[in-house]
């Protein structure tokens, strides 16, 4: 069954603003982790923010900041002040115990940022 | 600090050769992970080790793959007979449970792959 689901195959954004991408995962576990990666046209994977599902606040890496609303299952990425470089697909990846730190992967959604 | 590495860069082949894809992690990183990417089926994970040992291998998608780690510092890809529909890129990542604790997973480069 899917667990990662990212629902936004493409999107386009202007530099200078704000994207959100969304993302829901389905869990039974209390104890999981939500990562985000972005691979650009070169196509290797860069890492990009972690959330716990036990963290009290929202993490955040400079332009990076994820949006947890646990009890809708969601977390999604903001990228604020965006940038041509940010064009890249985006994916969304969680974790959950006893399971040896594999991580399943959302479909991911392709960023295009216009000037 | 050198990543994780990742040979060869790209590889041609011809449907029924061995093709040998190879890996070596992060110093220090314990856990290994081969996945492969596609435009139909995403990021595939095919198989994950933990101190050397195969942990999972469900996601190896027929006999003709098979995947070895004889020490924690190189890790093989094999694929014996190649098929066309094996044409992909392959990535290895590698990561430590005791470093952040976040269980990151750092990437290699990836192995393209073309199986004429």
């Known amino acids: 069954a899917q667990k990662i689901t990212q629902t936004q195959p493409g999107m386009f954004v202007q530099e200078k603003e704000a994207v959100t991408l969304d993302c829901t995962y389905d869990?039974?576990?209390?104890?999981?982790?939500l990562f985000w990666y972005k691979q650009p046209s070169s196509g290797e994977m860069i890492f990009l923010i972690y959330?716990?599902?036990?963290?009290?606040q929202n993490a955040t890496e400079g332009r990076y900041s994820l949006n947890f609303q646990k009890a809708r299952k969601s977390a999604n990425l903001v990228i604020s002040a965006s940038q041509l470089g940010d064009s890249a697909m985006y994916f969304c990846?969680?974790?959950?115990?006893?399971?040896?730190?594999?991580?399943?992967f959302g479909a991911g959604t392709q960023v295009v940022v216009t000037p | 600090d050198a990543g994780v590495i990742q040979s060869p860069r790209h590889e041609v082949t011809e449907m029924g050769q061995e093709v040998t894809l190879r890996c070596k992690p992060i110093?220090?990183?314990?856990?290994l992970f081969w996945y492969r990417q596609t435009m139909m089926r995403g990021l595939e994970l095919l198989i994950y080790?933990?101190?050397?040992?195969?942990?999972?291998d469900s996601g190896m998608p027929e006999d003709r793959f098979s995947a070895k780690m004889p020490n924690a510092s190189f890790s093989t890809l094999k694929i014996q007979p190649s098929e066309p529909r094996d044409s992909a890129v392959y990535f290895c990542?590698?990561?430590?449970?005791?470093?952040?604790?976040?269980?990151?997973?750092?990437f290699g480069p990836g192995t393209r792959l073309t199986v004429l």
């Open positions: 990542a590698s990561s430590n449970p005791g470093g952040r604790a976040y269980n990151e997973q750092f």
């Open positions: 869990t039974s576990d209390p104890s999981y982790g």
């Open positions: 959330q716990g599902s036990y963290d009290q």
């Open positions: 990846a969680m974790r959950e115990p006893e399971s040896w730190g594999k991580l399943q």
């Open positions: 110093s220090g990183h314990n856990s």
């Open positions: 080790f933990n101190n050397n040992v195969p942990i999972d």
